[in-house]
DNA sequence: CTGAAAGCGCTTACAG
DNA sequence: CTGAAAGCGCTTACAG
């Protein structure tokens, strides 16, 4: 036996219709005040609101959407579970759409493919899409610039190749390197060690871009400077991958004294490599990581590193979403780029005299 | 202008109506087909699967349900995402879930109250409910035992002090700390030291408890050979905290000379304490972890842990779930138990000889 | 300021 | 084996 009470769970009124009879209105009245469309009657509008508070009864999603109502959802593509910086994205994005109003529909770009994603959007009629990670499938571009054109706005959180003919709001990676690089050279040191950045990708990309520029702008050549290894290790993890690089490294006749890495997993596994070959940090080398992770923190010594502000542009990333979505869609011609930050612990120290 | 192509994005046939009049047919026999209806032409069943397979066309989710169908969409219930193992569970659940032909809808309950939640669920007409991570709200219990009762059906992936009367399929914490202690003390070890294992929450609880079994079924007594710390340094992070726990064992007159962590993360900072304080591991102090988490297996010394079986006691929830889906809800009376594994590495040594 | 009616895109009895 | 009609729960012109 169903409990009659109007606190029960699902509410006790489950359509407009219900709500209508139990408050002496037409479903047209109701639906306006739930709605919150202007000219009811004020009285009406109380009586009817107190009795949702006191139900919880909100319309069938499903109905409104059908009717034409927007469906206040937002796709949300990430790239993959598995990078520890996408998901604490992920984790924001959803909590500022729900503040805003919108549900995510999170959608695992590893799983689909973007044709089968292009059409889940318009099918779910979400009202925008913003990417987190790397997506770079031959011809999302075109078909995100088409969603575009049908009123569906976007933002991708990390760069991407289609910059310029997609919308980019991300933290700006290239100059985080020019600070690293500019810190490393501060302190003396002539040549960088790269660690796991190759270009491949377009993060990578950016950030290998930033060194060259650092070092240009020393009227220094790129290649004599910036040092990356032949034959990577394998990467199956960050800190065994650091380490290993870390100790070919060691084994060079002349090793560089400075550092950058992918990131601070990569940086930390370097650092028990250099330990491991009698490397003393930063005494003999310095090492730089990426994104100011917990490790970053609570390594011993603890490791200089970029920290992307993740929070800040994504809540830029978001806010330019749901601009897009007070106005209409734009296209920007470049990325909007937010300034990283430099933090510097103690795994980075004046370079060593030279051999 | 838009292309008339049947290739485009979204498909140029946007209703079943379309479909009908392109295909010569009415829109029920569309219905039919599109819901793999007996009782048509095989002819004409071919002629529309073509159409869609060229068009991508799919109906109108909203309406679909709307006219009472499935949902074909589970709630999926996490805690948070900031922890990795739940994230990881999260990951294999959705791909569990597509590959049985549902979406996920994903919740997240650090956001969210419980009765919003189960109201949720109902207007989102979802078939089931999935939670993962802790969640010890009042009354959620209850709500959810109603969930079923209403056809609803669900599951926990991890431990619940609802067990018994909601369902949960998790891996046996217990056991594993049978197994960790069973190996401790096989090695010659007396008492355990634990570390961040202070039974509040459901899985800890459940951690303690397997413990005690373990001294127990060798006729001591847990008070004299469990050994917890009066007060736990802050918990900001598990490295440092692990790091801080390792310093405060190693200043005790008479430190246990084995160990069991909450995880991996905290291990590896007791490496570190014990290391900063000379104490040489194994040698003098054994480290068990838990998770088997990369950082356990790249740690130096790597450390013993218990590996969780996460995908396959995920893979058990989800089966547990659409085998509930496929008949009706039930509740189980125990928890449904997965043996974790013990995995031997460096960590753990012989006792050494007593002082 | 309010209500009766139409219609969103589907599925499912019902009738043939 | 197929089609015309009704109806899911909502919102929005339209009429008053």
Do not use: W
């Not at 937002?74 to 959803?94: E, G, M, N, P």
């Not at 571009?141 to 575009?148: F, G, I, K, T």
């Not at 520029?213 to 034959?231: G, Q």
């Not at 490397?279 to 992307?308: C, H, K, W």
């Amino acid at each position: 036996v169903k409990k009659p009470s109007l606190e029960s769970l699902p509410s006790a009124i489950k359509t407009t219709a219900e709500l209508a009879r139990y408050v002496g209105l037409s479903r047209s009245t109701v639906s306006r005040i739930l709605n919150r469309r202007p000219g009811v009657k004020q009285k009406n509008v109380d009586r009817v609101m107190q009795v949702v508070e006191r139900t919880g009864f909100a319309p069938n999603p499903y109905s409104r959407i059908l009717r034409g109502q927007r469906s206040a959802s937002i796709a949300v593509c990430l790239a993959t579970f598995r990078h520890s910086t996408f998901v604490r994205k992920l984790d924001r994005v959803v909590q500022l759409l729900a503040k805003a109003g919108y549900t995510a529909l999170i959608e695992i770009s590893e799983n689909i493919d973007h044709v089968a994603l292009i059409r889940r959007i318009h099918r779910m009629r979400a009202e925008g899409v913003i990417f987190i990670g790397q997506h770079e499938q031959a011809g999302l571009v075109d078909h995100v610039r088409e969603l575009a054109a049908a009123g569906i706005p976007h933002v991708f959180t990390d760069d991407s190749f289609g910059a310029g003919k997609v919308n980019v709001v991300t933290v700006d990676r290239a100059r985080g390197m020019e600070l690293a690089a500019n810190h490393l050279f501060a302190l003396g040191h002539r040549q960088i060690g790269i660690m796991g950045i190759f270009g491949v990708e377009p993060v990578e990309y950016a950030r290998l871009e930033g060194l060259r520029r650092a070092v240009k702008a020393r009227h220094l050549d790129p290649v004599e400077i910036l040092i990356n290894i032949n034959n990577p290790p394998s990467r199956e993890s960050s800190m065994t991958f650091g380490r290993e690089i870390a100790l070919r490294f060691a084994a060079m006749t002349y090793m560089p004294t400075a550092f950058v890495a992918l990131n601070d997993e990569i940086a930390f596994g370097a650092l028990e490599g250099f330990r491991m070959a009698g490397i003393a940090v930063p005494a003999a080398a310095s090492v730089v990581g990426f994104d100011n992770a917990e490790i970053s923190r609570v390594a011993l010594p603890s490791i200089t590193t970029i920290d992307q502000r993740v929070d800040e542009s994504v809540a830029a990333a978001v806010e330019f979403l749901l601009e897009q979505l007070r106005k209409k869609p734009v296209i920007l011609a470049r990325p909007r780029l937010l300034t990283p930050e430099l933090v510097i612990r103690d795994s980075t120290g004046p370079a060593p005299a030279r051999r």
